[in-house]
């Protein structure tokens, strides 16, 4: 990647952290809504990098 540049997930990532739903992404980024669905559906099935640390030490 070039410098500036910002991969389509980051962008997608962003837009959901600020309270943008997923067909509102879509619609913004000129992109299927399926495929930002799926984003974030694998978001939420990742755990927490905090709870996964805490779950390594015990």
């Known amino acids: 990647m070039e410098r500036g540049e910002v991969c389509l997930e980051q962008t997608v990532e962003r837009l959901y952290e600020e309270g943008k739903t997923p067909a509102g992404i879509a619609e913004v980024m000129g992109v299927d809504v ?12 990742e755990p927490e990098a905090d709870q996964a640390s ?3 030490i015990e």
């Open 54 to 56: 805490t779950s390594a």
């Open 34 to 45: 399926g495929w930002v669905e799926t984003l974030v559906a694998g978001w939420a099935d």
